[in-house]
């Protein structure tokens, strides 16, 4: 029997950390919990999780801190959860390499659903065989400058490494398969979550975030189409 994917919990309130805690032991993870960020950094350094469940308000650390201090070090997938549905917390999130964001109050359903949904995605990374041979051209997209080792997880623009996160991978790889298409959110959405929905937001915070790593190399990768969505910006 495979062992169960772990979960870490951090959240300041305890009721909301045992309602997701049995939501998740009943969907077959095992849960830890942490009541704040401080506590939950050290969780992490401790064992690192399949995937960590962060409140963004919370005392000692909050959720933004301890994101960046795990993304120091890990690429775990992480989910954010936040009373404020606000713009400025939904970017700040995603762009710090969060991989979902799920506003309170919320159901248990459709979290787990979230989180099963990530962790599809992370276990597609890691699905390649490690004695594949690399570079073939179903293992590879390219355009230009821009290239993804889809066996690897890796993008490059001009050679230079640009690290995404799982989501933004898949993002960027919709666009890339169908050059010169323009998608729009809702088609976007479903390559990149399947059967879970989110806001039109979710996926602008994502463009947003590629874009910025992408300039950082000196790249424009995404276009967007006004009134519709988005398309590869390389001709």
């Given amino acids: 029997m495979s062992e169960r994917p772990s ?3 951090v959240d300041d309130d305890p009721h909301l950390r045992e309602v997701v805690s049995f939501a998740l032991t009943q969907a077959g993870f095992h849960v830890e919990q942490a009541p704040h960020g401080r506590a939950g950094l050290e969780q992490v350094r401790r064992s690192v999780p399949a995937l960590i469940v962060l409140d963004i308000m919370m005392p000692e650390m909050d959720g933004l ?3 960046r201090e795990v993304r120091r070090t890990h690429e775990i997938p992480i989910v954010f959860l936040s009373s404020r549905d606000d713009e400025v917390d939904r970017i700040l999130g995603l762009e710090l390499g969060g991989d979902d964001y799920i506003t309170k109050p919320f159901s248990p359903r459709e979290l787990v659903a979230r989180i099963k949904a990530v962790l599809r995605r992370v276990r597609a990374t890691a699905s390649a065989s490690p004695v594949a041979p690399a570079a073939t ?5 390219q355009r230009g400058p821009l290239r993804l080792d889809l066996d690897l997880w890796r993008a490059y623009w001009n050679e ?8 933004e ?3 960027l790889a919709a666009l890339l398969r169908a050059p010169g298409k323009a998608f729009t959110r809702d088609e976007l959405m479903t390559r990149v ?4 929905v989110v806001s039109d937001r979710t996926i602008d915070s994502h463009v947003r975030h590629i874009r910025h790593k992408f300039a950082a190399a000196g790249g424009e990768v995404i276009q967007t189409v006004h009134g519709l969505g988005y398309r590869l910006a390389i001709p």
Avoid at 137 to 141: A, C, F, G, K
Avoid at 160 to 167: D, F, P, W
Avoid at 193 to 196: F, H, R, S
């Fill in 7 to 9: 979960i870490l919990v």
């Fill in 65 to 67: 801190e301890l994101c």
């Fill in 137 to 141: 051209p179903s293992q590879v997209l």
């Fill in 160 to 167: 230079q490494e640009v690290v995404l996160t799982v989501t």
């Fill in 169 to 171: 991978f898949h993002l």
């Fill in 193 to 196: 979550y399947e059967d879970v």
